[in-house]
C-alpha cells in the first residue's frame, strides 16, 4: 500500500514554470514505477510522464515532451513534475499515481494508488 499527496500547483502566467512534488508514504516507494497524469476541464484523464523505479527511465506524451521532466528522490520517497514554458492548454489536475511494474507504466489502467490531485491554472 501506498498513499500518495501532491503539492505545488498553483496559477501561472504562460511561459512560467512549476514544480510539482508527490509525497509517498510506506517503506517500500522504490518498488513502484511512478508516474503523472492530467485531466482538464471536460476531457478524459491522460498520460503525461512515468518513470520506471530506479528513475533510469521515463516516457513523456508528447505534448509535453521537452518542457517537462519527471524525476523521482527515492530517499525523500519523493517524485517530482518539472514543468516549463507552460501555456494555457497545460491548464488541468495533475495527478500522482503510483504501480508496481517493472517497468515503465503508461496506462491509467496500470497504475493502482493515485494522490487526490493538485490544480495548476495557466492564464495571463
Known amino acids: 500500500q501506498v498513499q500518495l499527496v501532491e503539492s505545488g500547483g498553483g496559477l501561472v502566467q504562460p511561459g512560467d514554470s512549476l514544480r510539482l512534488s508527490c509525497a509517498a508514504s510506506?517503506?517500500?516507494?522504490?518498488?513502484?514505477?511512478m508516474g503523472w497524469f492530467r485531466r482538464a476541464p471536460g476531457k478524459e484523464r491522460e498520460f503525461v510522464a512515468a518513470l520506471s523505479r530506479s528513475g533510469g527511465s521515463t516516457n513523456y506524451a508528447d505534448s509535453v515532451k521537452g518542457r517537462f521532466t519527471i524525476s523521482r528522490d527515492n530517499a525523500k520517497n519523493t517524485v517530482y513534475l518539472q514543468m516549463n514554458s507552460l501555456n494555457p492548454e497545460d491548464t488541468a489536475v495533475y495527478y500522482c499515481?503510483?504501480?508496481?511494474?517493472?517497468?515503465?507504466?503508461?496506462?491509467?489502467?496500470?497504475?493502482?494508488?493515485w494522490g487526490q490531485g493538485t490544480q495548476v491554472t495557466v492564464s495571463s
Open positions: 510506506g517503506r517500500t516507494f522504490s518498488t513502484y514505477a
Open positions: 499515481a503510483a504501480a508496481k511494474h517493472y517497468g515503465l507504466a503508461l496506462s491509467v489502467g496500470e497504475y493502482g494508488y
